[in-house]
């Protein structure tokens, strides 16, 4: 079986370094690099986070670069206090792991994306968990790229469903919407994996008890990060009892679209005063016979959080 190529941008959070275990222990997936954006944690916290999270899974072959620090139309980043709650001041739930003896790549993220399409073309998925930022400039600076992607399977956006920002806008959509439309206009295929799907999922104290129960350091450290997010949801959301799989639901659609539904359209992310961050139909080309864009609307959640279990606890298991 041919693997994917897989890079995943993340702004790595709790969900991000589950995206992160998945794209490392799915069997058909080739996770070759980690881009790092600003979100959830500042770029350079992502960075660490994501060394740190590679080290713990026995992956730290998988080299890690640095994007962009902050959205094109503004000149810094500041971490909203709601997202340093959500996944704690250091991204991971305030676990501490070992510092990695790993540097940051030398060459920039956006160079990387678009070294890796000319290398691997049709081959490569980019995974976004984060803002489009990194992967608009990517485009920018080497239009030739749109044709050689494979896919860029994003998580962000809601099309049936309200934002989780505002009424109107997600979070990863809502960090930079002008990147974001540049990438849903672009001719690059695109799939949205939402809100629409996301909020189906569900990840509980069960679950991560078995990884606690392994015995294994990265069972246990992985449960007490993401037990952390779950006591967050509980706080939040108390009706849930757990927490949504969102980054790394991205991740599983990216290496088996059929885990969803999709409705294929054009898309537009809105970015004028009104409806900020706002993921819709393009009404220029609805008629579009071959619109470059899908977003999922329906997930098959019971086979998804078993292949998810399935993967990550065999994963932790063999990383003692």
């Not at 994501?50 to 902050?70: C, F, K, R, T, W």
């Not at 001719?187 to 015995?215: A, F, I, S, Y």
């Amino acid at each position: 079986m041919a693997k994917k190529k897989l890079i995943l941008d993340l702004d790595t959070g709790v969900d991000d370094a589950m995206a992160i275990a998945y794209a490392v222990s799915a069997p058909n997936a080739d996770l070759v690099g980690i881009v790092n954006s600003y979100g959830n944690v500042v770029v350079e916290q992502a960075a660490k986070n994501s060394l740190q999270i590679l080290d713990l899974l026995g992956a730290s072959d998988v080299p890690v670069y640095e994007g962009e620090s902050h959205s094109q139309t503004s000149d810094h980043f500041d971490v909203m206090p709601v997202s340093a709650h959500i996944h704690g001041k250091n991204g991971i739930g305030e676990v501490v792991l070992p510092e990695s003896d790993r540097s940051i790549e030398k060459e920039s993220g956006v160079d990387f994306m678009i070294d890796a399409a000319h290398e691997y073309g049709k081959d490569l998925t980019i995974i976004p968990t984060g803002p489009l930022t990194n992967l608009a400039k990517a485009l920018r600076k080497d239009p030739e790229i749109s044709d050689l992607i494979g896919n860029v399977t994003l998580m962000g956006g809601a099309l049936t469903v309200p934002g989780n920002v505002s009424d109107a806008a997600e979070a990863n959509i809502n960090q930079d919407a002008e990147a974001a439309n540049e990438v849903f206009t672009n001719k690059v295929p695109v799939t949205m994996v939402g809100l629409d799907v996301t909020l189906r999922t569900l990840l509980t104290k069960k679950e991560t008890q078995q990884w606690r129960d392994l015995g294994t350091t990265a069972g246990e450290k992985f449960a007490d990060i993401v037990d952390y997010y779950i006591g967050i949801y509980d706080e939040m959301y108390p009706e849930l009892g757990g927490c949504s799989l969102h980054d790394p639901l991205a991740v599983g659609v990216a290496c088996d679209p059929t885990f969803v539904q999709t409705l294929s359209l054009d898309m537009i992310v809105h970015h004028g005063e009104d409806n900020y961050g706002r993921t819709t139909g393009d009404t220029a080309h609805l008629d579009d016979p071959k619109p470059s864009d899908k977003a999922a609307i329906q997930v098959d959640d019971e086979r998804y959080l078993k292949t998810f279990m399935e993967y990550l606890t065999n994963l932790f298991k063999n990383n003692k």
